[in-house]
């Protein structure tokens, strides 16, 4: 089974940048499809970015559209997602997820890393 770890959160003003990382051991990365998704208290988890095993296909939810971008590479068995003109409504638990079978069927998670935007 594929393990995910994720690295890159912590805290940032409002109109910042952060870089999220998802490493992956184990498994077969690169048949993956592979998302972001993100908790904040009291809301339903949402997922904020999704990118086809290929790279070809990506998908973002409105709420992050044009700031959020997902990437991944490969070589390195990583999925990224940059965060641009973060707002303090981004704030949340961030966690990434492998499509380890079935399509919909997100098999593998990370533990989440805290982003915190403060205004």
């Known amino acids: 089974q594929v393990q995910l770890v994720e690295s890159g959160g912590g805290l940032v003003q409002a109109g910042g940048s952060l870089r999220l990382s998802c490493s992956a051991s184990g498994g077969s990365f690169s048949t993956y499809a592979m998302a972001w998704f993100r908790q904040a208290p009291g809301k339903e988890r949402e997922m904020v970015a999704f990118?086809?095993?290929?790279?070809?296909?990506?998908y973002y939810p409105d709420s992050v559209k044009g700031r959020f971008t997902i990437s991944r590479d490969d070589a390195k068995n990583t999925v990224y997602l940059q965060m641009n003109s973060l707002k303090p409504e981004d704030t949340a638990v961030y966690r990434c997820?492998?499509?380890?079978?079935?399509?919909?069927?997100?098999?593998?998670w990370g533990q989440g890393t805290q982003i915190t935007v403060s205004s």
């Open positions: 997820a492998a499509q380890t079978g079935r399509a919909g069927i997100w098999g593998a």
């Open positions: 990118i086809s095993p290929s790279g070809d296909s990506t």
